[in-house]
């Protein structure tokens, strides 16, 4: 495996999307279809696509562990539910399962914490200690291609009180380092425009606070 | 600026390559062009669409600082050259511009170092410490617009001992964190495919080391 030789692909037809159009609806999908499997051939385009981001030196140093298994996404499942709530109450002392208002913007995140055990599909992101540069982009497009076969995605984080169990859900060795997790799955809600600070603020020209021409 | 309203934005017509199309030929792109400047609404659809990708709780932390101000590039160059040659110092003890033989994977990268000066347009990416994994995504969206606009990019960083004079350079505040920079031009190669590792070899599935379905 570790000495397989790279190979080049050509860019898959289901990817016909225009780039802007999966950029531009890229929302963050967290009500996923649990009943819709992901078929084999669309993870191996989302895998695919991943491997095409760019690496520092070019390394390639991330190493995907797709789940589909039913019961072991159960498993993680708790895991996760048990992590977001970890990770809520370090910041806000909040209880497990506690009422979050309608209007939170945690609502969601919190659902998805309950729902996560049902996800069709579920992939952790991993490597031998690599940094955050040459890794996200390959998450990001594993993401743009989910988009582009109309799965919905979320990049989402654990908490250090599950990582043991989760690496040994998986028998993950013990010198790899976990990234992040990413749901998958057909959306129960739809794709759509997406809300951002306009670039005419978050953007500079020349200078430090120098506003662009836009 | 900061207390901007989020909006949202229409997929620009620019990006209707194939989402396949510029991931699969998105190349890192070292040999620019430096006698065709990038126009200002491209680098702003590049800067939106940077916006889109995902940040963690959508807090949206990356503030990008673009660079055409020739002057200032020439400036920025000189250190990016002492950056590149001391890192190269740090991992292998090589003396500023040394030869290096045709067939190195540094030698693309060595050359960048030389010609940065007259790159066309620098992308410098700062936030207020966001992690990684709230950063890296908007910088592959940023890469992939350009692609889409048929302007090479590539993702690269910095040595430490410059950063005081990049912020001197830019009047970058104090508090402020550089990521990575991303120079711009149309290239003077071509795009094309990329070779990676198959990923039959870097997914595993429901348990590591056990390989995927293709």
Redesign the interface.
């Known amino acids: 495996?570790?000495d397989?030789e790279?190979?080049?692909?050509?860019?898959?037809?289901?990817?016909?999307?225009?780039?802007?159009?999966?950029?531009?609806?890229?929302r963050?999908i967290r009500r996923l279809d649990p009943d819709r499997p992901i078929a084999?051939?669309d993870?191996?385009i989302m895998?695919?696509?991943?491997?095409?981001?760019?690496t520092?030196?070019?390394i390639?140093p991330?190493?995907?562990?797709?789940?589909?298994?039913r019961a072991?996404i159960a498993s993680f499942g708790e895991l996760y539910h048990e992590a977001w709530w970890a990770k809520r109450a370090d910041a806000y002392g909040w209880e497990p399962d506690q009422e979050i208002p309608a209007d939170s913007?945690y609502r969601m995140p919190a659902l998805l914490a309950s729902e996560m055990a049902a996800a069709p599909a579920v992939v952790l992101v991993f490597s031998h200690d690599a940094?955050?540069?040459s890794?996200?982009?390959t998450?990001?497009?594993l993401?743009?291609?989910a988009r582009?076969l109309g799965v919905g995605s979320?990049?989402t984080?654990l908490h250090a009180s599950v990582m043991d169990r989760v690496n040994d859900l998986?028998?993950?060795?013990t010198d790899?380092r976990f990234?992040?997790c990413v749901p998958l799955g057909y959306p129960r809600g739809n794709f759509g425009?997406?809300?951002?600070?306009?670039?005419?603020?978050?953007?500079?020209?020349?200078?430090?606070?120098s506003?662009?021409?836009?």
């Open positions: 495996m570790s397989a790279p190979i080049a692909l050509d860019p898959p037809e289901e990817l016909s999307i225009s780039l802007g159009e999966a950029m531009f609806t890229q963050a084999a051939a993870l191996k895998m695919d696509a991943a491997s095409k981001a760019p520092g030196a070019n390639q991330v190493r995907m562990l797709v789940v589909t298994d072991k913007p940094p955050g540069v890794v996200y982009p998450v990001q497009n993401m743009l291609a582009g979320v990049l984080t998986f028998s993950v060795p790899v990234h992040c425009s997406t809300h951002r600070l306009p670039t005419s603020g978050t953007t500079f020209l020349d200078s430090w606070g506003p662009p021409p836009w």
